[in-house]
């Protein structure tokens, strides 16, 4: 059975996922950590993707992301993921697939969704009980987006930059969102709506995605699908 193709839109927001094959560690040392970040920026650059948030996790990795070419997506993790590997393969030794197989993605809805993936990304060692507030976790970008330290890979999303006037004013605008945990229910969608690769947002974002791309951007309803709608698979 032909795979599915992934959602990808130029100029909308991509929650991406990736994980560790059996969800073994990809990241060993601080020198990994490092050289992933550098892959990351590299990528970036040659595709055109501006990244918003991110979270490098032990064996997984977390990124939000708007690429400006229709296929930027995929070109630029087919990079990222290729440099990566051939590094640790290099240097440990070791042969074989470092990745569970191909990443996961869904496009977000900039309305409400954007910045709750930015705290979902985030808040990523909060919830694995690494610590206690995301301040304290070095491999991702909340000290950019909440304190202002220097990260060039970063690209502020335009629901970011509606937090406030000035630099100032969002940072702490920013800092503010983390006060609370994300709602249960927006954390589950979230979570689904990347495993499955389907578009997170409302009913009309979703149908405006399906109009576009002419594939369903939602979970299916049980039973057969209504005979006189025709589904043709988008484009890789």
Not at 12 to 34: I, K, M, S, W
Not at 205 to 210: A, H, K, V, W
Request: glycine share 6%.
């Amino acid at each position: 059975m032909p795979r599915q193709c992934r959602f990808q839109a130029a100029g909308v927001a991509a929650h991406v996922v990736q994980r560790g094959n059996n969800r073994q560690p990809c990241f060993f040392t601080e020198d990994d950590y490092l050289f992933f970040l550098s892959c990351l920026d590299k990528a970036a650059k040659r595709y055109r993707c501006g990244i918003h948030a991110y979270v490098l996790m032990t064996n997984h990795f977390h990124l939000l992301l708007t690429a400006e070419l229709e296929t930027g997506l995929s070109l630029f993790m087919k990079l990222l993921e290729q440099r990566y590997v051939q590094y640790v393969n290099r240097n440990y030794r070791r042969s074989g697939s470092l990745w569970d197989g191909r990443f996961r993605s869904s496009l977000v809805q900039s309305e409400r969704y954007v910045l709750a993936c930015y705290r979902y990304i985030e808040l990523n060692p909060v919830r694995a009980g690494i610590v206690k507030h995301p301040i304290e976790y070095r491999w991702s970008s909340y000290s950019s987006n909440a304190n202002g330290m220097p990260a060039a890979r970063l690209t502020s999303h335009g629901e970011y930059l509606a937090l406030g006037l000035d630099e100032a004013a969002r940072r702490n605008a920013y800092g503010n969102l983390f006060v609370n945990e994300l709602d249960r229910s927006l954390l589950k969608e979230i979570r689904g709506c990347a495993h499955g690769g389907y578009a997170l947002g409302n009913d009309r974002f979703r149908s405006d995605i399906e109009r576009v791309l002419m594939r369903p951007a939602a979970p299916r309803q049980p039973g057969r699908p209504p005979l006189n709608r025709v589904l043709v698979p988008a484009l890789c």
